[in-house]
Nanobody
Framework: QVQLVESGGGLVQPGGSQTLSCSASRFNLWMNWVRQAPGKGLEWVSGINIAGDETYYVDSVKGRFTISKDNDKDTLYLHMNNLVIEDTAVYFC???????????WGQGTQTTVSS
């Protein structure tokens, strides 16, 4: 079993930055960030492989978000820049044993982009 605990959400102004963290009991083959905006379904945002040398992003966040991980601290990060209102969502840290299998979920952290 894998335990994932997110932190770092909160209120941020449009154009601002925020970093989300996910403390993991262990890393899976792939680690992901998935978000759910109010009234909408789940949306995969970004993924990173266990070696940390492959990263992928949904088109809407490319150039603004950066996924990274610290193996020594067993922590996954999502660095978010130039935030827009449409980034408002609950962000989940998700571990995958295969690409996009989404096997293990954290409880989520709320990011609200508003002026």
């Amino acid at each position: 079993q894998v335990q994932l605990v997110e932190s770092g959400g909160g209120l941020v102004q449009p154009g601002g930055s925020q970093t989300l963290s996910c403390s993991a009991s262990r890393f899976n083959l792939w680690m992901n960030w998935v978000r759910q905006a109010p009234g909408k379904g789940l949306e995969w945002v970004s993924g990173i492989n266990i070696a940390g040398d492959e990263t992928y992003y949904v088109d809407s966040v490319k150039g603004r978000f950066t996924i990274s991980k610290d193996n020594d601290k067993d922590t996954l990060y999502l660095h978010m820049n130039n935030l827009v209102i449409e980034d408002t969502a609950v962000y989940f840290c998700v571990g995958s044993d295969e690409w996009h299998s989404f096997d293990y979920w954290g409880q989520g952290t709320q990011t609200t982009v508003s002026s």
